[in-house]
Every structure is written in C-alpha cells, then in structure tokens.
C-alpha cells in the first residue's frame, strides 16, 4: 500500500512541476470540403460545424463567393479562411478593374 502511494505521489510532483502549456494562438476548426468537376459542372460539397476541443463550437458557412464564376471553399481554422475569401474577392476585384472585365 505504501508503494503504490509512493508511486501516486511521484506521478503527481512529476505532473505538476511538467512545463506549462505554451500559447497556440491558431485554432485548427477541421470540417472536410470535397469538390467534382465536370466539363459543363462543378459540384462543392461541406459540412457546416467548426470544431474546438473536440467538440462542436458553432455551425457556419464553409464557402465563399470569390466572384460569379469561383467559388471558394476551406476547412482549417475559420479566421484564416474567411481571411483568404476577403483577401480573394478583393485581388479578383483589382484583377477585373485591371483586365477590363471580371473573372
């Protein structure tokens, strides 16, 4: 008895004096995203919940508009991928102000 008590207390110094967990500032929110193309097709398809910690978090679109013919989807952390919509639409903006007509 007094082994196993020896051995408990050894687990918990161990565990508490274990470094501290570091900041992780990303949050990867999983989610699949799957396409299919054809000649005269494409077909997107994704779920909706945005996973933390191993469980669901929210329920949110997983794909954007880049431009009437593009479309955009991602699955990671949700910031990041709203980010690049932004970042695309706007590029696609510029490119069509550029080329004189859009994408």
């Known amino acids: 008895m007094r082994r196993r008590s020896v051995l408990a207390a050894a687990a918990l110094l161990a ?3 274990a470094s501290p967990r570091k900041f992780e500032p990303y949050a990867n929110n999983a989610g699949s ?4 193309a054809g000649d005269d097709f494409a077909l997107v398809a994704s ?3 945005l996973l933390q910690h191993g469980s669901v978090a929210a329920t949110t679109q997983r ?6 013919r593009v479309l955009l989807a991602a699955a990671g ?3 990041d991928c709203d980010d690049l919509g ?9 490119y069509g ?7």
């Open 15 to 17: 565990s508490a004096t």
């Open 33 to 36: 995203v799957a396409a299919l």
């Open 47 to 49: 779920d909706r919940q």
């Open 63 to 68: 794909e954007a508009a880049i431009a009437p």
């Open 77 to 79: 952390c949700a910031a």
């Open 86 to 94: 932004f970042a695309l639409r706007a590029a696609a903006v510029d």
């Open 97 to 103: 102000h550029a080329a004189g007509y859009a994408i």
